[in-house]
């Protein structure tokens, strides 16, 4: 009984942030803002999960990595280029992409084991090359696809492809060697390492697992356009970021919540934060300024909950303090 | 003695032959000399012109290396690309290179307006000529400056504002009057424009503003998708979208948004590039304007240039030409588009149209005329030639 107690408490906690921030919308803008739209939310919510369920292994294991965005990119056009070429139909797009996505993350995961630089550096240099690479392969057209491709970002296929998702991202976080592997190296390299655990593996092994969450990322983008265009000048840099937010938001709550539902729920917060930028009539332009303020503030909070829990008991006892 | 008298005749004969022979042969040679004078009157001197561009791969690059290069073969001018310099440092590099490589003009599209002076002086101190395309000078001191510079020939910039004004008339008169805008974040020179543009348009009561959308600085398709989700849920009464511009996959995914969302019918969408996905949008009822068509812009900066390389400048100062966007509002001409405008086997004009837009050919030609055949380029003067 006091454990369900404890997780019902555990789960009111965790959704209460986007739970108020949807209700303080709504009240805000009633005409606007109904119960019909969160289901918009949540379904809108879903790609940005994706990837996020990607990232949140390497933030965990403290790997920054800025190919992210390049590797969605390249994924997309090799995979569902060749899916193609060779007629495999929208299927062939969801293999191939996802195989292209683990592949390059492989790749870029033993160059960072091999060449010992940091993360950030080893990612910024990958992004280069790929960026020119989606300018080189298929003379540079990047792809067009049939339309038929929109379905698996619709109702209720995107539903099932981000249950598949999540459920892949809970196995290997919570389930699999990997994931216990990676919460010992985000709790102390040295502790890991003197326990035992091959960290060069481990991290090799969070970029293939976040390269393959870009390529399931890249064919839900094209499911959204049936078009995806070779970029380049770095263009593809902020697409990691709504990721890391979600991320970010996810590990504040791993108190709460474990961390790949909290990636979810911070997908969800960030929607409706956009959302409530959108119907406020405030400048769209600074959405991101809104969203990094909101994260600060979020951050910090759960980060000194200590400072709340005193305030909250001496509000409660206000003899307790002077005794 | 019969034999002598014989044989003099003879000699006379020959004499006389080779007399002919001679006359014949100067008359050739006069002939040839004035055929061979002829010849070079009938061609200007061979030239070679760098042209600095984003890229020769995408629908719009592609485009301008077809044209430049058929307007190359018709002006005896032999046009060489650098691509892929996306920042003032790499784009000066390539006209030193350029420079290096024994060019006798630059075409530029330069990305940075802060730039523009460095890569402009590249060509100075090489004294040969520079022309842009596609980008005018924002800076304002900048822009005084070059445009009294002696080798500033000039540029070749559309009218963003006015571009955006009528798409959102367009809009409008297809029935778009409450409308979501989606604009690039601010910066883009070009972008800006055009969102001033359609700005005055609301202001102006051409629509109404239900709400407005601001890309992020490195967008990818899923904010057009996002966007256009949030404005057709939340704002009921939307019946119109706007978009600064389409890239990435953006105005196809807007697309295929309304689509999903049952919005076909109810909500018409108008943008800048041309979305893969046009001609079914177009048949559906959800794209009703395009604004496209302008890779015609460098072929009007190269103009200027031949014309100084040929000696024959159009005009002692700089010239700034104003370029028109050619705007597709249904299937027929989207059709007709296709057809004649972004068909790879057909060209804007004519090789002899290009060579009547040099002094060398036409004797008459101003930046005037220039400034006029620029502000023809419209869907009805396409089909108007096209039909001749």
């Known amino acids: ?323 | 003695m019969g034999t002598r008298i014989e044989k003099e005749g003879g000699n006379e004969m020959r004499r006389a032959k080779g007399s002919v022979l001679l006359v014949v042969a100067g008359m050739m040679f006069l002939a040839w000399g004035a055929s061979s004078q002829k010849a070079s009157a009938a061609e200007p001197a061979k030239k070679k012109v760098g042209v600095i561009i984003w890229g020769t791969e995408d629908g719009l690059g592609s485009s301008v290396k077809r044209m430049l290069e058929y307007a190359g073969s018709a002006l005896n001018i032999e046009v060489q690309f650098k691509t892929g310099d996306y920042d003032t440092e790499a784009q000066v590099k390539a006209a030193e290179n350029f420079v290096a490589a024994g060019v006798d003009g630059i075409l530029c599209v330069p990305l940075i307006d802060s730039g523009i002076p460095k890569i402009y002086k590249v060509a100075e101190q090489a004294k040969i000529p520079y022309v842009q395309a596609f980008r005018r000078i924002d800076d304002k001191k900048n822009a005084a400056q070059l445009l009294a510079a002696p080798y500033f020939l000039g540029y070749t910039v559309e009218n963003e504002e006015l571009a955006g004004y009528d798409l959102l008339k367009i809009l409008a008169k297809a029935g778009g009057t409450k409308v979501g805008a989606v604009y690039n974040s601010p910066g883009s020179s070009f972008a800006d424009r055009r969102k001033s543009g359609i700005e005055k348009g609301f202001v102006s009561g051409v629509a109404k503003k239900v709400s407005e959308f601001t890309l992020p600085l490195s967008p990818t398709s899923e904010a057009w998708v996002e966007s256009t989700n949030n404005f057709i849920n939340t704002f009921k009464e939307l019946n119109g979208i706007i978009m600064t511009s389409g890239s990435v996959g953006g105005a196809e995914g807007a697309i295929a948004t309304i689509v999903k969302n049952k919005a076909v019918g109810r909500v018409k969408m108008v943008t800048f590039d041309q979305p893969a996905n046009s001609n079914e949008a177009f048949e559906k009822g959800i794209l009703v304007g395009l604004a496209t068509g302008i890779y015609t812009d460098s072929l009007f900066s190269f103009v200027v240039l031949a014309n100084k390389l040929q000696g024959n400048p159009l005009s002692p100062k700089a010239i700034t030409i104003s370029a028109n966007y050619i705007y597709v509002t249904n299937i027929q001409e989207a059709a007709d588009y296709a057809k004649y405008v972004d068909n790879p086997a057909t060209y804007p004009y004519t090789k002899e149209e290009i060579q009547k837009m040099t002094k060398f050919y036409n004797p008459s030609f101003t930046a005037d005329d220039l400034q006029k055949i620029a502000s023809k380029w419209t869907m009805s003067d396409v089909l108007a030639r096209a039909k001749k």
Request: one cysteine or more; glycine letters at 10%.
């Open chain 1, 1 to 323: 009984m006091k454990s369900l107690i404890l997780l019902g408490k555990k789960v009111l906690l965790a959704v209460a942030i986007p739970a108020l921030l949807f209700i303080a919308v709504r009240l805000l803008f009633p005409s606007r803002i109904n119960l019909s739209l969160l289901l918009v939310l949540l379904m809108q919510a879903i790609p940005p999960a994706i990837l996020a369920w990607g990232v949140c292994f390497e933030i965990k294991v403290s790997l920054w990595d800025f190919s992210v965005g390049a590797i969605t990119l390249v994924s997309g056009i090799v995979g569902a280029g060749v899916a193609e070429m060779l007629h495999l139909g929208i299927w062939g797009i969801v293999a191939l992409c996802t195989l292209s996505g683990l592949l390059i993350g492989l790749s870029t995961g033993v160059i960072f084991s091999l060449l010992k630089i940091p993360s950030i550096i080893v990612s910024i240099g990958i992004m280069l090359i790929l960026e020119s690479v989606s300018g080189l392969i298929f003379k540079g057209q990047g792809v067009i696809v049939s339309s038929d491709i929109f379905k698996l970002a619709s109702f209720p296929l995107n539903l099932v492809i981000g249950f598949v998702a999540f459920a892949l991202a809970y196995y290997i976080y919570n389930y699999r060697r990997l994931g216990f592997h990676v919460r010992a190296v985000g709790n102390g390299i040295t502790v890991a390492r003197l326990n035992g655990i091959n960290v060069d593996n481990v991290r090799i092994l969070c970029f293939t697992v976040t390269g393959m969450f870009a390529g399931v990322f890249s064919f839900m983008q094209l499911a959204g356009s049936a078009v995806m265009k070779a970029q380049n000048n770095m263009t593809t840099m902020g697409v990691v970021v709504d990721a890391i937010i979600c991320a970010c938001i996810a590990l504040s709550l791993e108190g709460v919540a474990n961390l790949i539902v909290g990636v979810f729920i911070g997908s969800v917060t960030i929607q409706i934060l956009k959302i409530g930028i959108l119907v406020s009539g405030f400048p769209s332009m600074y959405q991101q300024v809104v969203v990094a303020i909101f994260l600060l503030i979020f951050m910090g909070l759960s980060s000194r909950s200590d400072l709340i829990h005193s305030a909250w008991a001496r509000l409660r006892s206000p003899t307790a303090g002077r005794a």
